[in-house]
């Protein structure tokens, strides 16, 4: 429901009134509440995207900035050169290095999701199927690492994962290993360093999908003679689904860009395509080779996703 | 079904121990006396008092709460107006088009968003001369982008739970839209309106991608600075540090949650 004002009420259509009064029923304090945030995302995070496109079609260059421009006023000739250079993006298809990062992110990133929304799951469905007073208290403790630093978040497993850290430790001073194990530096770092700053953004939206279910389904099932794992497979699960979808989003795509991790728990050989953008950027200084790796994941990557969770929420609303 | 709830216990409880067990162990370290991250020298604050002697740490800290500070004011504002947009006005193009933008932000990239920012910056530098090199300013743009996204969904989801015959009543009486904002649905939704402004001055005190991308020369945030000493490994004082940020932020959880069990227990005693 909107809220109406006045002037919307009492114009008679038709009449030369009405002329006049178009400009009055411009409610300028609605337009401004409307126009303003829709003119910042516009500014600082649409045309943004425009930018960075028209420079991956330029070629880098030792300048400030450093790549070329793209228009090429000729005041001799009276010639406007356009020069576009596909030379990034069918380098990007050629090279096999960036084909196996953007492979690498998407394998990365789906496994880590998997394990998340597996850890996540039970404490989700325990939240939602305890006490009140007792909920309150575990929403609190997966919310409170939600509110803790991220960078923090990941930096705690490099103590813990190092080779005289405190698993290694553990696992050594109980007999189960004798040698310590090799874990920071590796993939596993980085798929245990994503499945432990991501599990909030899983643990939530299940919470919320659980926690609307009607519990006396199962109870029928029950009496119909269901097992349990079977009324949990036919009935919760399929009941969560929209809860899965929204935790799985959450993580696979910040994981796919995801950066800090594999640089602080991934070894030099742990390829991920935001790493690669990032060290394009900082230490090659290439910007419009930096540029079409953006624009590929975000063709490849994140767009398709965002359509489809747009579409399913407006099947939601509908 | 006994055997399943055991099931469901265990594993749950093995998910809050993954959850905790490294905050622990840093927690703890942070009070080791010796150099060495991980052998136990016994209790101390030394590394307390190092950190608060590392001027580098205190400047990159104060500057990041400044720009925390200012970027949650303003995502606050614009995050509101956005929600406020997307719950209470009618169907309209422009509606729909905010409704497909201002979660965008949410779920970008943070690499995408840091270099596109960026190249608009200079893009913009070189046409218009503003904003003429990067610094505090163009960090709190790019902070107020994705906070107030955030912003506008909790503020978007407490107006639609909350019930609308207050605001129809003081509509009913004749309140002008400015005043009826300020004097009834604002009171109303501030609950909604401090979460966003705590997340934001958290995310923003958090970001360390999107701020080495737009960050000039001499800007250095608290995550940039923490990011480029344990790059190198493990440091006792980033441990501390990380101590008291856990402290803060317990804290807080702490408080709300006592907070929201007096105002439960207030309506229950209404009834």
């Known amino acids: ?318 | 079904m006994k055997r399943r709830s055991l099931f469901l216990n265990t594993t749950a409880t093995m998910g809050f121990i993954f959850l905790y067990a490294p905050m622990i162990a840093l927690v703890v370290y942070s009070f080791n006396k010796s150099k060495l991250v991980t052998v136990w020298g016994g209790w101390s604050l030394k590394w307390y008092g190092e950190l608060f002697r590392n001027d580098q740490i205190i400047d990159a800290a104060l500057l990041s709460f400044k720009i925390a500070f200012i970027s949650a004011s303003v995502a606050v504002v614009l995050g509101t107006m956005a929600g406020f947009v997307l719950s209470r006005f009618g169907r309209s193009r422009g509606k729909m088009i905010l409704s497909g933008w201002i979660s965008a932000p949410l779920v970008m990239p943070e690499v995408i968003t840091g270099l596109s920012l960026l190249l608009l910056f200079v893009a913009m530098e070189s046409a218009f001369g503003w904003p003429a090199g990067r610094g505090t300013s163009t960090i709190i743009i790019a902070h107020v982008t994705f906070c107030m996204a955030y912003v506008a969904v909790i503020v978007q989801s407490r107006l639609s739970q909350m019930d609308e015959t207050l605001e129809e009543a003081a509509m009913d009486l004749g309140a002008k839209p400015s005043s009826l904002f300020f004097l009834v649905t604002l009171p109303l939704i501030m609950p909604a309106v401090i979460s966003g402004w705590l997340l934001s001055f958290t995310l923003s005190l958090d970001d360390l991608v999107i701020a080495s991308f737009v960050s000039g020369p001499g800007n250095s945030t608290l995550p940039m600075v923490i990011f480029s000493k344990v790059r190198l490994g493990v440091s006792p004082e980033v441990n501390a540090l990380a101590t008291l940020m856990i402290a803060v932020v317990a804290i807080g959880v702490v408080a709300a949650m006592w907070q929201m069990r007096r105002q439960t227990k207030l309506l229950a005693d209404q009834e």
């Open chain 1, 1 to 318: 429901m909107s809220i109406q004002t006045g002037s919307a009420w009492v114009d008679g259509s038709g009449s030369r009134l009405a002329k006049y009064n178009f400009f009055k029923r411009i409610n300028w304090g609605r337009a401004s509440v409307f126009s303003v945030p829709t003119l910042w995302l516009a500014i600082f995070f649409f045309i943004p995207f425009l930018v960075v496109f028209k420079i991956s079609l330029s070629e880098s260059a030792i300048a400030v900035p450093p790549y070329t421009a793209l228009l090429d006023w000729n005041a001799e000739d009276a010639y406007i050169n356009l020069k576009l250079n596909l030379g990034n993006y069918l380098f990007l298809f050629e090279d096999s290095f960036y084909i196996d990062a953007y492979l690498s992110s998407i394998k990365i990133a789906a496994v880590s999701t998997f394990f998340t929304l597996l850890i996540a799951f039970p404490i989700a469905y325990l939240m939602a199927r305890s006490k009140p007073s007792m909920r309150a208290l575990l929403l609190a403790l997966v919310i409170l690492p939600f509110w803790t630093s991220f960078l923090l978040r990941v930096y705690a497993w490099m103590g813990f994962l190092k080779k005289n850290g405190l698993v290694n430790e553990f696992l050594m001073g109980t007999g189960i290993i004798d040698q310590p194990l090799i874990m920071l530096q590796t993939d596993f770092a980085v798929y245990i360093g994503i499945v432990y700053t991501y599990l909030p953004f899983m643990v939530l939206p299940l919470y919320s999908a659980l926690e609307k279910m009607d519990m006396t389904l199962l109870e029928a099932a029950e009496d119909l003679g269901a097992r349990p794992t079977t009324s949990f497979f036919l009935i919760t699960v399929p009941l969560a689904v929209p809860g899965i979808i929204a935790g799985c989003v959450l993580v696979f795509i910040p994981a796919v860009g995801e950066f800090v991790i594999p640089s602080l728990l991934g070894g030099s050989d742990t390829l991920m395509i935001g790493r690669v953008l990032w060290d394009e950027f900082f230490l090659n200084r290439d910007w419009p080779m930096a540029s079409a790796v953006a624009i590929v994941m975000l063709i490849v990557l994140v767009l398709p996703i965002m359509l489809i969770r747009n579409s399913q929420g407006k099947e939601e609303t509908a």
